[in-house]
């Protein structure tokens, strides 16, 4: 019997799509009303002064999570990368994006409430608050960031 090539290479996609499950599924909806969002300090990676609310899953686990960071006027996050996914929604406030392993604040772009964005992992950013911000992360874990110099990393700071 003879297959032609593109029929074959039909079979295994679906084969593969198939055979592959999810890691984990949600056991039942997971709904969260702003009220009941219980913010926290955020994870010491950070600078001081954020706050952290994860809405679902685990950021320091394999599978999907959503987190909101709550960052305050003039903090500021130096140039960095993440392992996965950086996929971010501006709530409220106005967060400025830089690309790029050395921040200049002209070169940021300022993105108000109500705007998206999604970076690969390990692009170089970085990012000015100039007002009281939050966003939301929605990205799958585990979740990282590694400072372009070390040197700024906070964590490295405290010890």
Same mark, same amino acid.
């Given at each position: /019997? =003879?297959?032609?090539?593109?029929?074959? *290479?039909?079979? $295994?996609?679906?084969?593969? $799509?198939?055979?592959?499950?999810?890691? =984990?599924? /949600?056991?039942?909806?997971? *709904? $969260?009303?702003?009220?009941? *969002? =219980?913010?926290?300090?955020?994870?010491?990676?950070?600078p001081p002064g954020a706050e952290a609310a994860v809405l679902f899953g685990d950021p320091s686990e394999d599978g999907l999570f959503v987190l909101r960071l709550k960052l305050p006027a003039s903090y500021s996050v130096a140039p960095h990368t993440h392992p996965v996914d950086e996929v971010i929604t501006v709530i409220s406030g106005t967060f400025r994006l830089g690309m790029g392993e050395t921040a200049d604040r002209r070169k940021a772009q300022t993105l108000p409430a109500g705007s998206f964005f999604a970076l690969p992992p390990g692009m170089a950013h970085y990012v000015f608050i100039d007002e009281e911000t939050v966003v939301q992360i929605s990205t799958v874990g585990p979740w990282g960031l590694t400072y372009i110099n070390s040197k700024d990393d906070p964590h490295r700071k405290a010890q």
């Open positions: /019997m =003879k297959i032609a090539l593109p029929t074959l *290479i039909a079979a $295994v996609a679906v084969a593969g $799509v198939a055979s592959t499950a999810p890691a =984990k599924t /949600m056991a039942g909806p997971s *709904i $969260v009303p702003p009220q009941e *969002i =219980k913010w926290g300090p955020a994870p010491a990676v950070l």
